[in-house]
């Protein structure tokens, strides 16, 4: 079981530094003066799920079921 354990922390913390990575390279949230003028109804703005940007997103979300999975199993006391 102790081998599990380790196997898990490790991956566990793989984890959190591309979390960490992921997170630090993506685009704020703020709509800033493009919202103004209308450029966020543009092309780009309406395929942004399609982006490199959009792949961040469901990227950062696999990732925060992972970590709440493992560390959720890593703090169980009889394992």
């Keep these: 079981?102790?081998?599990l354990r380790t196997i898990l922390t490790i991956?566990?913390?793989i984890i959190c530094l591309a979390?960490?990575?992921i997170v630090?390279?993506?685009?704020?949230?703020a709509a800033g003066l493009g919202?103004?003028?209308?450029?966020?109804?543009?092309y780009w703005g309406?395929?942004?799920g399609r982006s490199m940007e959009g792949?961040?997103?469901?990227?950062t979300r696999w990732l925060v079921v992972a970590f709440i999975i493992i560390s959720i199993i890593l703090n169980i006391k009889r394992f």
Excluded: R
């Excluded at 630090?24 to 949230?29: A, D, I, T």
């Excluded at 103004?36 to 543009?42: P, R, V």
């Excluded at 792949?55 to 990227?59: E, F, G, H, S």
């Design 11 to 13: 991956i566990f913390i």
């Design 35 to 42: 919202a103004i003028s209308g450029a966020a109804e543009s």
């Design 19 to 21: 979390l960490t990575a």
């Design 1 to 3: 079981m102790e081998v």
């Design 46 to 48: 309406k395929n942004k």
């Design 55 to 59: 792949a961040l997103v469901k990227i």
């Design 24 to 29: 630090l390279m993506q685009e704020g949230k």
